[in-house]
């Protein structure tokens, strides 16, 4: 199968890239997702030793009672809770939370929204790994919660900067899908897919049901698993179209890793959603807890084995069945790549940068006065371009640069994409049949060049797209072109600046 992304689609497309989402009415969530600025969360509280209260409420997994103004709008009562496990399990005070905004008055929502959380951006210096892999994955058209923003006050007293991040509930179901009646589970703790036997208490302390928690119907995801784990390969594809809507499973697991998002089900087995569709019984994938995208969960990896990971990267094969037997499949293995194929152009530092450039200016000051950060304002500096190493218990550990790693990783997928028949930033004209390469492969010492006309240039581009090298006026119509220069890989040859071809070199 052969793929192209040409320099003009990306061009053009580039325009739409990362605009703000238009609606042809407004939903929940809107108006705080979709403004460009830092949002402003005060919580009151009356209650004496209120923080004492809040972390034993953390265990008992309950609401305090408080007050709440959202920019500027006032609500006398809401619901508030520590949350989290990694975010929450270390000695700073700035810990995550979920706002229940209706859970002590039926119905009242900001904004349309009911809930959303406050991430205290744990393990990140940068501040933007859960904000870019959000938007990029809303814009790729993946089932993503959204991000954005926010300073929050504690009784007046500045905490630091947050993310919110849009709740997984059956606002976030009416707004995407189909209809919000059917059931909601989490992969977590240790949602891995396997099967166990056809019982479904034997699945409680795997998953958890979000909705419809009364009827306690589990009959559904033992289905979805049983169809997983014990259908036979020639079946396999058919089987999976009657379940689960695939197109998000292989869309979710290019974007995991593309951020190399690896505390997922790709890596850790866990963070995800999947909805099963009351309309048509099939479950669609979403995406969650994506905090530690770009490398930040390394599973024992250094920072360049990380950036190079194989799009076709699975943890622990056997312990993850879903993704184990899509790609053993061919038609799913090509519909991944395919994932893979729309989504790398994207994600380069030409269409990357300038977004991370607005997202340090728009945060910078607010980072700066955050005195209960992780890291320091230093390392969200140099955490934006390159890697740091910061403490970690009696160690240290690198965090991957931002920007550094979207260059490293594109390169990565571009030169395996190619290998795939996918090539990302230039497109071959195979209708150019007056050219001719040989040899073809080639060993790398030298390719002959020959042609009908004239050869007045010859210009070599890597699969990247970048020019390497370049020949003119030659005077004749052939040419033994060097190349011993070149490593092996996929390059292309650009003959008097229309006819290209595909050169293989193996080394």
């Known amino acids: 199968m ?54 034993a409420n953390y265990t008992a997994d309950i609401y305090m009672r408080a007050a709440l103004v959202i920019d500027g709008v006032t609500y006398d009562t809401i619901g508030i809770k520590m949350k989290g496990n990694s975010s929450y399990n270390n000695p700073s005070k700035k810990k995550s939370f979920k706002i229940g905004i209706d859970e002590y008055v039926s119905g009242q929502k900001h904004d349309g929204l009911k809930k959303f959380n406050l991430n205290n951006q744990f393990k990140d210096p940068s501040f933007m790994r859960e904000k870019l892999m959000c938007d990029f994955a809303n814009q790729m058209g993946a089932n993503c919660p959204r991000c954005t923003y926010t ?104 974007l995991t890793n593309i951020f190399v998002n690896l505390d997922s089900y790709l890596g850790s087995g866990h963070n995800y959603y999947i909805y099963d569709d009351s309309t048509n019984f099939k479950f669609h994938y979403i995406l969650w807890d994506i905090n530690e995208a770009f490398g930040n969960f390394n599973m024992g990896m250094s920072v360049t084995t990380l950036q190079n990971l194989s799009m076709y990267y699975l943890s622990n094969p056997t312990n993850r069945p879903l993704y184990n037997k899509m790609l053993a499949n061919t038609q799913y293995k090509a519909d991944l790549t395919t994932q893979y194929c729309n989504m790398v152009p994207y994600f380069s530092n030409a269409l990357l940068d300038p977004k991370i450039d607005s997202i340090k200016n728009l945060i910078m000051t607010d980072v700066q ?44 997928l571009v030169n395996e994409l190619a ?28 390719v002959k060049v020959v042609s009908k006309e004239e050869i007045r240039s010859i210009e070599v581009f890597n699969a990247a797209g970048s020019k390497i090298t370049e020949v003119k006026d030659t005077g004749r119509t052939e040419y033994s072109l060097e190349t011993s220069s070149l490593a092996g890989g996929v390059y292309f040859i650009k003959l008097n600046g229309l006819a290209v071809k595909k050169l293989v070199i193996s080394k």
Request: hydrophobic share 35%; aromatic share 14%.
């Open 2 to 55: 052969k793929y192209k992304i040409t320099l003009c689609k990306t061009v053009v497309l580039f325009s739409l890239f990362f605009s703000k989402l238009s609606f042809s009415q407004s939903t929940a969530g809107d108006a705080l997702f979709g403004a460009a600025q830092v949002h402003d969360i005060y919580v009151n509280f009356t209650q004496t030793g209120w923080w004492d209260s809040l972390v």
């Open 151 to 254: 300073r929050v006050y504690l009784n007046n007293v500045y905490w630091g900067l947050y993310n919110i991040v849009e709740e997984i509930d059956k606002t976030y179901l009416g707004k995407n899908f189909t209809d919000k009646k059917g059931n909601l589970f989490k992969g977590d703790p240790n949602g891995d897919l396997k099967w166990i036997n056809s019982t479904p208490s034997s699945y409680y302390t795997k998953y958890e049901l979000k909705t419809n928690e009364t009827q306690n119907n589990w009959s559904d995801l033992v289905h979805l698993i049983d169809k997983i784990n014990n259908t036979v390969s020639t079946s396999f594809h058919d089987s999976m179209e009657s379940v689960i809507r695939t197109t998000s499973v292989l869309k979710s697991w290019a």
């Open 369 to 412: 006065n955050d005195t209960m950060k992780f890291y320091s304002y230093n390392d969200f500096l140099n955490n934006i371009n390159s890697n740091v190493t910061v403490p970690q218990g009696m160690g240290t550990f690198t965090v991957p640069g931002i920007k550094s790693f979207i260059a490293a990783r594109n390169t990565a």
């Open 419 to 446: 290998t795939q028949g996918c090539f990302v930033g230039i497109t071959e004209n195979v209708s150019g049949g007056s050219v001719m390469l040989f040899p073809n492969p080639s060993n790398g010492n030298s």
